[in-house]
């Protein structure tokens, strides 16, 4: 997999600019994938959450269940679809906190199992780095 990649870039970013301004404020009935990788024969779907007012340990999307749900449901449809992998990795721009939470089941009032990971800057940075290299491997 590794000679068919390339590195992320601003056209990832521009991809989600052109779906805003196309929608022209109109609500969405769909949500972009952040991350997914393929790892011997198993997707991993990553979706970061960016924490603004309560810091990534702290925060849980359980938290508010009630802005978001649909959007957690349908990522946990398509994992299983995929017969992969969630994780939900809670960030913030000082980057010195990251909470990362694997998923194990979902229902409609909220995630009911995980297993979950507080870490620094430098912890999750091994962590996703590995996960790309093995991506790269598989």
Known sequence: MG???????????????????S?????TGGFDLDSVYLINGKYHVLEFLKCETVRPNKSHPNRYWFKNKQKFISLWDITKKLDGELYL??????????KIIKVIEINSNGISNEVSREWNFDQFKSWFKGLNRKSLKS
């Open 23 to 27: 929608l022209e404020n109109e609500f």
């Open 3 to 21: 000679g068919n990649s390339k590195p992320i870039g601003k056209g990832d970013d521009d991809a989600k600019s052109l779906i805003i301004e």
């Open 89 to 98: 990795v809670n960030y913030e721009d000082s980057r010195e906190q990251f």
